[in-house]
């Protein structure tokens, strides 16, 4: 980073002191630092898993903006890369992992699939977008993204970063949980959150529920 772009605290610096020390913001030092170190995690879950592989090899190299750590575990990571089709059944598993990352932290969903369900949206299997049950920072469009829109998704999760503060940063608050509850997998996917919900359309005559449907009201 140039001089120039870390001395932002206002302050001038003596002529004969310029290009030897810098003045700046914590923010600014402390959002330089994290955004320029980001270890996303190391998983995939279908075909754009391949484009982030690419992305991670020596043609478009991601460790050119610091992110070349892609950690196995998720205490170590800190952003997740949903790259590929949300499963039901890997809903459980991929809330578990973000649950384990440590603040802060951050989700970027890859592709249609992971936005939205993409060309599997109407299948019995798979969820429609993982911003459903986990906080999604980046979303990048395309079926597979490639590398280089990988890369510019990257990029702005950056730039997100350098826009925090530390004196609103949730991971720093008193009495916020982030943690989202895991969802339970069994004839189908249940979301805790919405135990309410299920409990009160459950006990609901069939033929009401129906014409709810019918109606679009659901
Ligand atoms: S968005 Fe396209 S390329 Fe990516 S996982 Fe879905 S089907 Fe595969």
Redesign the pocket.
């Known amino acids: 980073m140039a001089m120039d772009e870390i001395n932002k605290a206002g302050v001038t610096i003596p002529p004969e002191l310029q290009g030897q020390i810098a003045i700046t913001t914590l923010d600014k030092i402390y959002n330089w630092s994290r955004s320029n170190s980001l270890w996303p995690m190391m998983f995939g ?4 898993a391949i ?1 982030m592989i690419i992305t991670a090899a020596s043609r478009y190299d991601f460790s050119r903006f610091g992110m070349e750590v892609m950690r196995p575990s998720p205490r170590q990571a800190d952003i997740m890369i949903v ?3 949300v499963t039901k059944k890997m809903v459980p598993q991929i809330v578990r992992l973000y649950n384990q990352m440590s603040e802060p932290r951050y989700v970027l969903a ?5 936005s939205g369900g ?3 949206k109407e299948g019995y299997n798979v969820v429609s977008g993982i911003d459903k049950f986990i906080p999604v920072d980046i979303y990048i469009p ?3 993204p490639t590398p280089q829109a990988l890369l510019h998704g990257l990029i702005i999760m950056q730039k997100k970063i350098e826009r925090q503060k530390l004196s609103d940063a949730d991971w720093y608050k008193k009495d916020v949980d982030n943690e989202i509850p895991v969802p339970i997998l069994g004839p189908d996917l249940i979301d805790p959150r919405k135990y309410a919900l299920i409990k009160e359309q459950t006990h609901k005559p069939a033929f009401q529920v129906v014409e709810e449907v019918q109606n679009g009201d659901e």
């Open positions: 879950l279908a075909c754009c484009e790259s590929g089709t890859m592709g249609a699939c992971a993409g060309p599997f395309g079926c597979p």
